[in-house]
């Protein structure tokens, strides 16, 4: 049973620019929940997508989105990067119910420059 | 305040020896869910186990077991028969309220270094 994929595994990107991170979850999972970990503040989560709607939003702005496609797959989107959104980004998978756990993938490293 | 508290800054444990992981958690849902993950230095998340409120006993998992206290609103994980391999980061996380409000609160983290 294949895992969470997340892609890609490592990005370099220069402040201004824009960035789009890929997260496959399990098969049969319906959510989508996506995190964001760096030294300083931890991990935090960002949104939860469940069959292609977002569920709920953590406490970033704007400039952070995501979507969530037919087949679970889902994007997210972070626009005039900044040298603060270094980070590694986590995708977690789950059946979406509460008594359901989360997957996670393995991270994309961003670093901005 | 904290939802989830974790103030070991660092532990050592020898190889085959039973490692304690402190976590501590503020909610005031009856129905919340406690996670245990371990991450090494790759960075992926790895589920080591979960606690829900309503659990009448302790969750165990392998060599991993938690130490539910409800009324102290603590929970502890135990490593037992520790190995090399269990050397990562681990950090305690909860989720509090089915449905719109599904997400996981992380605690800082605990380094946790297994000597042969």
């Known amino acids: 049973k294949a895992g969470v994929t997340q892609t890609p595994r490592y990005l370099i990107k220069t402040r201004g620019q824009q960035v789009t991170l890929s997260c496959s979850p399990i098969?049969?999972?319906?959510?989508v929940s996506w995190y964001q970990q760096t030294p300083g503040q931890g991990l935090q989560f960002l949104f939860e997508?469940?069959?292609?709607?977002?569920?709920n939003k953590g406490n970033f702005p704007g400039r952070f989105s995501g979507r969530q496609f037919s087949n679970s797959r889902s994007e997210m989107n972070v626009s005039t990067l900044e040298l603060g959104d270094s980070a590694l980004y986590l995708c977690?998978?789950?059946?979406?119910?509460?008594?359901?756990?989360?997957?996670f993938g393995s991270g994309t490293r961003l670093t901005v420059v | 305040a904290q939802k989830i508290t974790q103030t070991q800054p660092g532990m050592f444990v020898q190889e085959k020896e039973a490692v304690t992981l402190d976590c501590t958690y503020d909610?005031?849902?009856?129905?919340?869910?406690l996670f245990w993950y371990k991450q090494p230095s790759s960075g992926e998340m790895i589920f080591l186990i979960y606690?829900?409120?309503?659990?009448?006993q302790n969750a165990t998992e392998g060599r991993y077991s938690l130490n539910f206290q409800k009324a102290r609103k603590s929970a502890n994980l135990v490593i037992s028969a520790s190995q090399l391999g269990d050397s990562a980061m681990y950090f305690c996380?909860?989720?509090?309220?089915?449905?719109?409000?599904?997400?996981?609160?992380f605690g800082k983290g605990i380094t946790l270094s297994v000597r042969p």
């Open positions: 977690a998978s789950s059946l979406g119910g509460f008594s359901y756990g989360y997957t």
């Open positions: 098969s049969g999972h319906r959510s």
């Open positions: 997508y469940f069959s292609e709607t977002q569920r």
């Open positions: 909610t005031s849902d009856p129905s919340y869910g």
């Open positions: 996380a909860m989720r509090e309220t089915p449905g719109a409000n599904s997400k996981l609160t």
């Open positions: 606690q829900g409120s309503y659990d009448q």
